[in-house]
């Protein structure tokens, strides 16, 4: 609770300022997601992607939102967000990480149609 008030007084302080602001949403976001408050972190992950699209922390946000989706079973939705790390992002660490996430989403998808 006190890392969430400090992150929120950081935001309203620097909320347009790449690199403080984004920082802020993406470690809330993580922190929601540890908590597994999936939605809660999706509102701050879609932050930073939405707001902060060419910032160094966007590629960590689809990421992040890529993995709620799959805890909340939306595959369709996780490819999308891993799709975007994959397309837009080409030159991030987590590009690897995303094409394998697609990969597992993929051979869910064909496994659950068989069912």
Do not use: T
Not at 28 to 46: D, P, T, W
Not at 84 to 99: E, T
């Amino acid at each position: 609770d006190e890392a969430s008030l400090v992150y929120r007084q950081l935001i309203r302080k620097s909320h347009k300022k790449a690199g403080v602001a984004d920082l802020a949403y993406l470690r809330l976001g993580n922190m929601y997601y540890e908590e597994k408050k999936y939605r809660s972190a999706i509102q701050e992950f879609v932050k930073v992607a939405e707001q902060f699209e060419s910032g160094q922390y966007a590629d960590d946000a689809y990421f992040r939102l890529g993995q709620c989706m799959v805890d909340l079973g939306n595959l369709e939705d996780a490819q999308i967000f891993f799709g975007a790390v994959v397309k837009s992002y080409r030159k991030s660490p987590l590009v690897a990480p995303a094409k394998k996430k697609l990969k597992e989403i993929a051979q869910r998808m064909k496994s659950e149609k068989k069912r």
